[in-house]
């Protein structure tokens, strides 16, 4: 079997099975899964499927099983055994009792990493009827991007997330105090004055430092004169197990000096819980019976056990999962904001970043990322995202919802010599979409000239093959004429032609494309194009799915999807 031959049974095939009518995502699926060769022209396979798709759904059942019968009947599906789906169910649960919380840092908008956190949340809080608190913790005044107090609950507000309870910890800071002095009185905590090197080397060798024998009398003492000091000059540190095999947890410091001012409560306080202390109280106090973390965090579940211990506190269900990676992205807030500021990248929604700004404004849905973190769970392993994966999915919904259009990248305008009296002016009308005719169809004239995109005209040049200029005509190109070859399809595949997408000369749209490496394509979009808003999502045919960025009087500009 030929190509065409093999996406028409494959059509044919889908809708004998579903009720007669084919998707063309689900033919495009089966091409793909059955014929990995195939995976080299997707937009060739795209174009195929969507035209068989709509002849077989002109047909009647019974013409569809005749033509299946024809090509070999029914393919046989070879289904592996299912996975079992959804997230694996928490220990300790009390029905309606799960309380939950996402607490980013506000370095900087949320990423994809966040989005795991946030969704999985989300995901546990509807499993068990619970609650989910949103805390941002900006106890760190040297970490904190003042626009990421907007910038993160716009983030959770794309991803379809609302909080049943929201703080910033630092208006909390005079809890943090009450607790410190709790922590003192119950001799849970104490005020150490020693040098920071000189400490270090007692903990490595296992040895506690002179303050640790502090009297509570002697802790509440510096303690009162804390605010006083320099930075560095005093801690307060947590007492653990000074004997402890990781170092890291040997009495750790739970309130230092920070001089810095804080971006969003200025020079108001000098004292900053550190993460551990700070999570732990407003944990406990918040009611928190459920912790989703990374486990670079599993050093610190077992600092903070410590301090619940010490307040005879209830410890939540702590839950550590794999780091999560995503192919040839940017990841790092540090990273991405030191390429924002050197000019590397243009801001915190440049396609090149693996943000939640920069995806959304590519076009990808946030089913796929809900899709995609519940299917990798809360496993201990960690996991890499690709943009394959992400791909295939965000394609299975842009099939069903997207208008098509032409669009002509780097456009080169062909007048078409030798034309026959009757094809010198004509009318081609389009659907917008092969599935859903009821979205109306898209008018393409044609008076003699066009644009083809630069790519094929220099192809067809080199190859000396004909074009064809989808549903019009076949055409043949030299370095200065391009010549009226024939009208039919079978004509165009009998010679080989390509078939590629055109556009009138008279009403198209100057169109650019922002793509995924921040390159711009620029080129001209079909007269029907004038219709689409700002964020609709389109499939510019034989060159993928785009999202409408901006419109103005000189053009519209796009974001490439995928292919």
């Known amino acids: 079997m030929d190509i065409e031959e093999i996406i028409y049974k494959y059509a044919l095939s889908n809708a004998v099975e579903h009720g007669n009518k084919c998707q063309t995502g689900s033919v495009i699926g089966m091409v793909m899964s059955k014929h990995p060769e195939m995976r080299k022209d997707p937009k060739t396979v795209s174009q195929l499927a969507g035209q068989f798709v709509a002849k077989v759904n002109a047909l009647s059942p019974e013409k569809q099983q005749e033509e299946l019968d024809k090509l070999g009947g029914l393919e046989e599906h070879k289904r592996a055994p299912e996975k079992p789906k959804g997230l694996p169910e928490l220990e300790n649960i009390k029905e309606g009792k799960v309380k939950l919380r996402f607490a980013p840092n506000p370095s900087g908008p949320l990423h994809i990493g966040h989005a795991r956190a946030a969704i999985l949340n989300l995901l546990y809080q509807k499993k068990y009827d619970g609650k989910l608190v949103l805390r941002i913790e900006d106890t760190?005044?040297?970490?904190?991007?003042?626009d990421a107090y907007?910038?993160?609950?716009?983030?959770l507000a794309w991803l379809g997330i609302e909080a049943d309870e929201a703080y910033i910890q630092s208006d909390r800071l005079d809890i943090y105090y009450e607790y410190a002095e709790k922590a003192i009185e119950c001799g849970a905590a104490y005020m150490c004055t020693c040098d920071g090197g000189d400490f270090k080397k007692l903990k490595d060798n296992c040895e506690a430092c002179p303050c640790r024998d502090n009297s509570v009398d002697e802790n509440m003492k510096l303690w009162k004169k804390f605010p006083d000091m320099e930075e560095g000059e005093a801690v307060l540190r947590v007492k653990t197990d000074i004997k402890h095999k990781n170092?890291?947890?040997?009495?750790?410091?739970?309130?230092?000096?920070?001089?810095?001012?804080?971006?969003?409560i200025g020079n108001k306080y000098r004292i900053y819980p550190m993460m551990n202390f700070s999570v732990t109280v407003d944990d406990h106090l918040m009611g928190i019976t459920h912790v989703l973390r990374g486990k670079d965090h599993l050093a610190n579940s077992e600092k903070q056990s410590y301090l619940y211990k010490h307040f005879d506190w209830e410890i939540p269900e702590f839950i550590h999962y794999g780091r999560l990676k995503m192919d040839d992205v940017?990841?790092?807030?540090?990273k991405a904001r030191e390429g924002i500021e050197n000019g590397i990248y243009t801001g915190w929604d440049d396609p090149r970043l693996g943000t939640i700004k920069a995806i959304a404004r590519r076009g990808i849905k946030k089913e796929v990322l809900y899709e995609l973190i519940e299917e990798i769970g809360t496993k201990q392993a960690d996991a890499t995202i690709s943009w394959k994966k992400i791909y295939g999915l965000n394609r299975n919904i842009m099939e069903e919802e997207t208008n098509r259009y032409f669009f002509i990248p780097e456009a080169v305008k062909v007048d078409v010599d030798n034309l026959p009296e009757d094809k010198k002016e004509l009318s081609l009308e389009r659907e917008l979409h092969y599935n859903e005719p009821e979205k109306g169809f898209r008018t393409l004239t044609f008076n003699g000239s066009a644009y083809i995109p630069k790519d094929d005209y220099e192809k067809a040049l080199k190859n000396n093959k004909p074009l064809r200029l989808m549903d019009l005509i076949n055409v043949n190109v030299t370095e200065d004429s391009c010549t009226y070859d024939s009208e039919s399809l079978e004509d165009a595949q009998n010679k080989h032609a390509s078939i590629i997408q055109w556009a009138p000369v008279d009403g198209s749209v100057k169109a650019n494309v922002v793509m995924p490496d921040n390159s711009i394509v620029n080129g001209y979009i079909e007269p029907a194009a004038k219709e689409v808003q700002v964020n609709d999502m389109v499939q510019l045919e034989r060159f993928g799915f785009a999202r409408v960025d901006n419109i103005t009087k000189d053009g519209i500009t796009f974001y490439y999807t995928h292919n």
């Open 140 to 146: 760190d005044p040297k970490r904190v991007e003042p």
């Open 330 to 334: 940017q990841l790092s807030t540090s």
């Open 247 to 264: 170092p890291a947890i040997r009495d750790w410091v739970a309130m230092r000096i920070v001089t810095q001012e804080h971006p969003r």
């Open 150 to 155: 907007q910038a993160i609950p716009e983030d």
